[in-house]
């Protein structure tokens, strides 16, 4: 199914996003739409967008997870730095 990487950029934001919850709606010509649901109904939060589009829209809202660090890769970039 086409919609399977809107749906899951999806729920990485509303897993980094606590306490919010985002929806996705798909129109009828296949594009695809971020709302927000708050208490008083749902609030539109982009235009129609292309599957590519939608996902780095959503990807680049919220609270961004900070990638680990291995001791190994941490002590690997020092290498690098002392070399360059």
């Not at 695809?32 to 829209?57: C, H, M, N």
């Amino acid at each position: 199914m086409r919609s399977t990487r809107a749906t899951a950029a999806l729920a990485r934001l509303n897993e980094r996003s606590a306490g919010r919850h985002y929806l996705m709606v798909v129109t009828g010509s296949g594009l695809f739409k971020l709302k927000e649901r708050i208490e008083g109904g749902e609030t539109p939060l982009s235009d129609a967008l292309s599957l590519d589009e939608f996902v780095r829209f959503v990807d680049a809202l919220g609270p961004q997870k900070v990638a680990r660090i291995t001791k190994n890769e941490a002590e690997f970039a020092k290498q690098l730095v002392k070399k360059v």
